[in-house]
DNA sequence: ATGGCTTGAGTGTCAAGA
């Protein structure tokens, strides 16, 4: 079974990526951020087509999160019970019997800002919400743009980045508060090429020097961990015309899709 | 250099992203 997370930057815009890269990879769930788009203009039917189910919570112009799965999501949740939040950032569902989070994390803007105050507080309620899902659901994944980089080794450049924005140690700290709740970074279960990246700023060929940032994330509680045999971003939809600002990253795990 | 692209809104130009 092949999980997996992308932030479109706009699914109007990047239908026709998301469309060819489940066709080639056979995902078997597919999480979305920033799909901007409310119920309305979601391409549910091209998505059938395709042979997807889809739940989404969107909203006009920014944010959106949606779960595409081969198999029926059941159980589906939306937002963060008890957090008051206008933004649609989460949507939660049960998949062959996973539960998939799936989570479009605040940007924060600048460390200090009302916007980083936001960022944290939404960290830390949704790390209490994940602790309470695992009691129910003890297989579950949490797969997102995380808008963090956790280590030095996920930052093209530390020393510019140094405490900015993503990289700061309090919203380190938020990162390993999900897995001080039992979840792994699937990514780092496994030898990676040094230098890899999920995020590329569009301006200043970001993309073709590789000055990107790991941001995006599949973190795995220890029954899923257990039987994950890969983890891998995937660079090749960046390189495509008109490509998203992200690429996906994806998981696969010895259980039968 | 508070910029440098890209998107959505909406038709001039701004907010927001990371």
Known sequence: MKIATWNVNSLKVRLPHVLDW????????????????????????ELQAAGYHAVHNGQKTYNGVAILARSTPDDVLLDIPGFADEQKRVIAATVNGLRIVCAYMPNGQAVGSDKYEYKLRWLAALADHVREELKT????ALLGDYNIAPDDRDVHD????KDQILCSEPERAA?????????????????????????????QMGFRLNRGLRIDHILLSAPLA???????????PRKLERPSDHAPVIASMEIAG
């Open 137 to 140: 659901w003890p297989r579950l």
């Open 22 to 45: 489940l066709a080639a990879t056979q995902a078997d769930v597919l999480c979305l951020q920033e799909t901007k788009t409310e119920d309305k203009g979601f391409p549910y039917a």
């Open 226 to 236: 257990a039987v994950c045999g890969s983890c891998s971003i995937d660079r090749a």
């Open 175 to 203: 990162f390993r508060s999900f897995l001080d709740v039992g979840l792994s970074d699937a990514f780092r279960l496994f030898e990676q090429p040094e230098k890899t990246y999920s995020w590329w700023d569009y301006r």
């Open 158 to 161: 530390p020393v510019a980045w």
